[in-house]
Antibody, heavy 116, light 112 residues
Framework: EVQLVESGGGLVKPGGSLRVSCAASGFTFSNAWMSWVRQAPGKGLEWVGRIKRKSDGGTADYAAPAKGRFTISRDDSKNTVYLQMNSLKTEDTAVYYC???????WGQGTLVTVSS | DVVMTQSPLSLSVTLGQPASISCRSSQSLLDSDGNTYLSWFQQRPGQSPRRLIYKVSDRDSGVPDRFSGSGSGTDFTLKISRVEAEDVGVYYCMQATHWPRAFGQGTKLEIK
């Protein structure tokens, strides 16, 4: 059974940094491209970015709101994908979901609150 | 960037009646590989999103056959043939043909 479990969310001040993690199981993680999607409170879904598998270069690409501030990385030895968020703004407050590339499997999400 | 526009934004339907949600894209979603990468997602209250439909009309495993997707180019539709109580939630379309991927605003389905 495919499972994605996010962790690391919390309260951070504007301008601060936070890293959230997503532990995967139930599939061959090293073969998978992975995605991050976020959802502000009471709002719709917003694409954040994705990371390719190492055999396809392992590179990450981002949507505009994340470019230059967020970094997606992966550790295939731990079956984990990360989202490092820097220079956080109040508008980054959201539930952050990791998902497989096709968005056929999602985690339960982790809430990041940016507030002074 | 591609913009996805859903209508209506809210829908109130009697149990057992059909429902239909429209999704329009600002550019054609037909990819150079011949596929059209348009998906539909359901988000029940308090839950993570769940993919229902991919490539316009392919239903995910476990999705009831009362859900169907159709369309081409820039116009797409999600239909529920007979709405049940468990269908309450928000429905999103999403395109994956062009980078970056983009979601529609969401359509909230409630029972009348």
């Amino acid at each position: 059974e495919v499972q994605l479990v996010e962790s690391g969310g919390g309260l951070v001040k504007p301008g601060g940094s936070l890293r959230v993690s997503c532990a995967a199981s139930g599939f061959t993680f090293s073969n998978a491209w992975m995605s991050w999607v976020r959802q502000a409170p009471g709002k719709g879904l917003e694409w954040v970015g994705r990371i390719k598998r190492k055999s396809d270069g392992g590179t990450a690409d981002y949507a505009a709101p994340a470019k230059g501030r967020f970094t997606i990385s992966r550790d295939d030895s731990k079956n984990t994908v990360y989202l490092q968020m820097n220079s956080l703004k109040t508008e980054d407050t959201a539930v952050y979901y990791c998902a497989t590339w096709g968005l056929d499997y999602w985690g339960q999400g982790t809430l990041v609150t940016v507030s002074s | 960037d591609v913009v996805m526009t859903q209508s209506p934004l809210s829908l109130s339907v009697t149990l057992g009646q059909p429902a239909s949600i429209s999704c329009r894209s600002s550019q054609s979603l037909l990819d150079s590989d011949g596929n059209t990468y348009l998906s539909w997602f359901q988000q029940r209250p308090g839950q993570s999103p769940r993919r229902l439909i991919y490539k316009v009309s392919d239903r995910d495993s476990g999705v009831p056959d009362r859900f169907s997707g159709s369309g081409s180019g820039t116009d797409f539709t999600l239909k529920i043939s007979r709405v049940e109580a468990e269908d309450v939630g928000v429905y999103y379309c999403m395109q994956a043909t062009h980078w970056p991927r983009a979601f529609g605003q969401g359509t909230k389905l409630e029972i009348k």
